[in-house]
């Protein structure tokens, strides 16, 4: 019986053939632009210790509660939301969460417009989060006229007549449930989540905005 | 049956109560100036959201200070 050779030479890869891998590619790329250190931080700079700076995070544990009491509607269905105590208390901490997202939302755009967060190289922060606002408002709307009542029925045939003088009833039918209801469970969720996503690998990508006062002295120095 | 009949008692009560303190039986209010036209409830929102706004701006933020000392004191940002 032979001895086997020690280190076959096969299983040591030559760095010329690794560096033309497409996943070794993406992981350079996303290592050098978002190291570990920067990705998941141990801090953040004492101007982030101001209540202004918390109402990008409130939005985020509203979407988790909008995500979690929504789904499970989901799987419980219409008759269980309508007919049902427990149905009827998670279909209020969905109505509730999202108007908490919002008003946290909209509080954070507030914040970040009067602060000009674009600065800095941070323009793509503020887009991707005043796109966000944009997608989540008919995100909220397919859900009103999801909940199959005569509140939906009252929604639907009022923004429909809104719809159909922007020149869009045709493709996004507010009276067609089905419709409706992909867009509310499926397509819009999944805009927005991936959205927040980028908004927020962004934000840990070119740091939070500094004050004006300390980008001045900044400049200066 | 019992259970059945407890319930809608409960939920009677419970709707008069929330009626004696919130009564929806009207159409809703509006605020109307030129073409604005807004619901009573959306302008409250609104109004606390600006209160909320600017008491974000305006109170301080726990151990703030305590952070702003270290950072003059030559501690860690």
Known sequence: MSAAPATPTAAVAPTTTR?????????ERGVEALPPDR????????????????????????????????????????????????GHFFNSIHMWSVELFFFAMVVHLWGKYWMAAWRGGRGRVWITGAVTFLVAVPCALTGYVSQQNFDAQWISTQAK??????????????????????????????????LVSIHVLLVRRNGVVPPFELDRKLSRS | MQSDRRRLVLSSVGTSVMGAVFNLNHPAHTVDWHFIHLSVANVVVIGLM????????????????????????????
């Open chain 1, 161 to 194: 007549d809104a719809m159909n003088s922007v020149g869009v009833g045709a493709f996004f039918n507010l009276t067609n449930f089905g419709q409706m209801y992909s867009y509310h469970i499926l397509l819009l969720p999944i805009a927005v989540v991936a």
């Open chain 1, 39 to 86: 990705l998941l931080p141990d801090g953040q700079p004492t101007y982030v210790a101001s209540w202004i700076y918390v109402f990008g995070v409130a939005s985020i544990a509203s979407l988790i509660v909008i995500i979690g009491s929504g789904s499970i509607l989901a799987l419980k269905g219409p008759a269980w939301w309508h007919e049902t105590g427990v």
């Open chain 2, 50 to 77: 600006l209160v909320v706004f600017a008491l974000a701006l305006v109170l301080p933020f726990p151990g703030a200070a305590g952070r702003d000392a270290a950072r003059r004191g030559g501690g860690a940002s």
């Open chain 1, 19 to 27: 560096s033309k891998s497409w996943t070794v590619k993406v992981r």
